[in-house]
């Protein structure tokens, strides 16, 4: 019985592993396509809004979010519940973690992630490029962590919901791509949590 279950899950890996190496020219095309336009336009925001010195509206976890919700839509970890609520959720926690433990960026640094990721598995918003949202919201520059809980609203807020509208876009512009997986993402109030 073990053995039966073991050689299963080899041959799920094996084909999953096989169909993430396939080269699918459209497929990489529209990666890039989404990818560029989702952090193009927030650099975009972020040099007319601020100054060369402020750079504040581009942060980095949202390079490792473009790579979950333009590269692999059909993600569990992709869909807009965990990108949006993955990274407010952080956010939420780095800043409160600075604040609670302002002097030793190690251990700030520590608890925020830590927490944040027990936070997204709580709220099943688990997004892993949250975990480097609330670590920025730590070992930032001073013009971000002195941003207190406005960083949860720009840059964190906005910022996702530019690279949001983006994936919406563009991964629904190729027949072969659809997102979010789930179309009705957006009504909580339907839900039923057991």
């Known amino acids: 019985m073990l053995r039966k279950r073991f050689r299963k899950h080899v041959r799920m890996a094996r084909y999953v592993i096989y169909k993430e190496t396939l080269i699918d020219f459209n497929d990489h095309f529209w990666t890039f396509v989404g990818s560029f336009l989702g952090i193009a336009l927030i650099g975009y925001i972020n040099d007319s809004q ?3 010195a402020d750079n504040v509206f581009l942060i980095g ?3 490792a979010s473009s790579v979950l919700i333009y590269g692999i839509v059909n993600s569990p970890l992709a869909q807009p519940r965990n990108l949006i609520g993955g990274h407010l959720i952080c956010a939420i926690v780095g800043v409160t973690v600075h604040k609670i433990v302002p002097d030793q960026i190690w251990l700030a640094s520590a608890f925020a992630v830590s927490l944040s990721i027990v936070f997204m598995q709580i709220t099943k918003t688990l997004h892993p490029p949250g975990g480097a949202t609330a670590l920025i919201a730590n070992i930032g520059s001073e013009k971000i962590t002195s941003l207190g809980y406005k ?3 720009s840059p964190v807020l906005t910022g996702v919901l530019v690279l949001l509208l983006v994936a919406l876009f563009v991964n ?3 027949a072969h791509r659809h997102y979010p997986k789930n179309k009705n993402w ?8 057991r």
Request: proline content about 0%.
């Open 151 to 153: 960083y949860v609203i």
């Open 172 to 174: 629904n512009r190729a």
């Open 50 to 52: 601020f100054t060369q």
């Open 61 to 63: 976890s949202f390079g």
């Open 186 to 193: 957006y009504k909580v109030w339907q839900r039923k949590y």
